[in-house]
């Protein structure tokens, strides 16, 4: 926002007043969605050919992926987002997205974890904007406070600006045992980020006891995955630790917006380290002193299971309903349906029931045991039942 | 069993001893099977259009109905047998039952309850047969001990030739309050009967305590509904207690074998009393002193709901399955599960618990709810669900 207008002066209309959402913009920021993993935990509906962000798992009309984009775009404009995916995908991202650039999508031949993606974008990014400091965010990621999201962002763009490289810390509300943690340090003094700290150590995903020391000692946060960085700060740490995936990347930056991109894609990206970008970049470069942290408290959730999507849905007689509730006869039960298939669903008498119905497959479990379901998605593939994956 | 063959006498060759199930057959022995009710708590699988009686619930590849046939026919031959069904179900009747006879169908224009069904087979019988002595044996049960049923026919038609009406008494193997009870009194002495009993009285189904008490006690079977008598006796009987369903049904049967039926039917059908025969003959019958019991042990049960269901399927990975378990994967599940659908039914870590999968229509429950099926079925016709009932 510029200084208030003076009293008696003629406040010019500007774009921003006009379209308040503009003043979000940060200047030189740049978007990187990584739009990849299946989601095995969301099995049935989730699956190879749906992954989970292109699902419409809160009941928005908007899939994971189009409310990723919904909430970045006021931060950069439409040219200023960059999804990666796999080739399988790209399509469906685009048919989502009409507003993408052409240029903005890439598409990964196979998948290499998410240092590979994450710094392929950022290489390409660099190139085309060499002073670009760049945000990497999940597609399948929920986040409902938008406000604060935007806030964080900003915060953590201007401590990128000056070089760290700087993660969002969300607030923890339970002990979870799911996610990794951040342990934050001495606060930081950087104009435009008045809640930013050093990160002393990223720390595994604990288990029960540990997780509820943490809470009680406090100073940790939950580790996100959302990464802002200058795209110069970002691959130099690359280089550092990874120097044969950071030379592999640059090469196919150099050719990306050439027509020998596909020849060096086919080269290069099959011998690609596949490697997190937490073991990548983030732990090596806290434990150098160079990862800054904004805490936040964004109303987030990485939709892991059906136990942490059910908390997300509204209630219907009882049960946490994803779809048409005209599909539904409940009596005595409690837990979370997803009538996909539109067939009738009765549950009676049952607390705590995960029923999902697609066309093909019908899972029935509890919210306790949702980490486990993965072991069935496993046990499809073991038993060659491809087409259920 | 005639006597031993002295030594060294020719023993003719009969054809009792070339077909050894010929030597079941009873003489004069009718037997009425009324194959009505929709069996609403085996809902979704049993529907209006596809009444219980009409499944294979045991996965033996023959439908109640048709294993109720071939318990039967041992005892009557194919032309001993009357089917009693609703004018809806006659084809499927028929389309079961290849070997029924024509004459031995008999479609019900309404459902009129137990007594005006076996009542007005009864009195077509008596017409074609004067000295008939009649059986009537449920659709949609299960009977494991088929030559203990066989026998216990057997002496009770051979009290019935006497007059009295006689039921078969299942010997209780648990506190049951699903089925009434029948109270034995004084041992008969009939000759080819050497278990009959008096029965002292007819009670109705019992809380758990009294179901307790009277296992405790001795002396009570369950009553599974299945009557022997002499076809005047049981018309008689029906005379006393309602006079005008008697005479509506002897007009009905005059006119059966003639032209007149479809007019007859017409005209005095809807007007009939609509009561259950445990009301309109037993029950009465009991009091008057003129009922005796055979008891049996058969293996028997109604298959009245899921629970029920259940102890009779085989058992696989944990679960009982009606139905192909390829189209299963369990994984710390107890309960049981009927692939119906062909779709796949993933179930992880429940105990107890139903799973129906039908094409339009899913059922997730609990054994120990499996009464309160119906309810859902209430509520879905409430609802104006007809396509689901």
Chains 1, 2 share one sequence.
């Not at 002073?131 to 965010?137: C, K, L, T």
């Not at 997300?312 to 009538?339: C, F, K, N, W, Y």
Request: some cysteine.
């Amino acid at each position: 926002m510029g200084p208030a207008p003076k009293a008696g002066t003629v406040t010019p209309v500007t774009e921003a007043s006009v379209h308040p959402s503009k003043s979000l913009r940060i200047p030189g920021f740049h978007a990187i969605v990584p739009a990849g993993g299946a989601g095995t935990r969301l099995w049935p509906l989730s699956r190879q050919t749906r992954p989970k962000f292109l699902l419409d798992l809160t009941g928005s009309g908007r899939s994971l992926l189009q409310q990723t984009w919904d909430r970045l775009v006021p931060l950069t404009g439409p040219e200023g987002i960059t999804v990666v995916t796999g080739q399988a995908h790209a399509a469906a991202v685009a048919g989502q997205l009409p507003e993408l650039d052409r240029a903005g999508l890439l598409a990964e031949p196979s998948p290499r974890d998410s240092a590979a993606a994450i710094c392929l974008a950022a290489a390409v990014i660099g190139r085309r904007h060499p002073e670009a400091v760049v945000g990497s965010f999940a597609a399948d990621h929920v986040i409902r406070d938008a406000a604060a999201f935007h806030a964080a962002v900003a915060e953590a763009a201007a401590v990128a600006a000056e070089g760290d490289i700087v993660t969002l810390g969300i607030q923890p509300d339970h002990p979870a045992t799911s996610f990794g943690y951040i342990r934050m340090g001495e606060r930081l003094h950087v104009a435009g980020a008045p809640s930013a700290h050093r990160v002393e150590r990223f720390v595994e995903k604990p288990d029960a006891d540990t997780a509820g020391k943490y809470l009680a000692e406090g100073g940790y946060r939950w580790n996100a995955g959302m990464f802002v960085a200058r795209t110069d700060v970002l691959l130099a740490e690359l280089e550092r630790s990874r120097p044969s995936l950071h030379a592999g990347l640059a090469e196919l930056a150099a050719a990306w917006d050439t027509a020998e991109r596909d020849a060096v894609l086919h080269a290069v990206w099959p011998g690609l380290d596949k490697v997190a970008i937490d073991y990548a970049i983030a732990e090596p470069a806290a434990d150098a002193g160079r990862v800054a942290v904004v805490p936040a408290a964004l109303d987030w959730d990485d939709v892991g299971d059906w136990a942490s999507l059910a908390a997300l849905l509204p209630s219907t007689t009882g049960m946490r309903v994803l779809g048409d509730d005209q599909h539904l006869l409940i009596r005595d039960a409690e837990g979370v349906a997803v009538p996909e298939s539109g067939r009738l669903i009765a549950v009676l008498g049952l607390e705590d029931v995960v029923v999902v119905d697609t066309p093909d497959a019908l899972l029935v479990t509890t919210r306790r045991r949702a980490q486990d379901v993965k072991s069935l998605v496993d046990a499809l593939r073991t038993l060659n039942r491809d087409e259920l994956l």
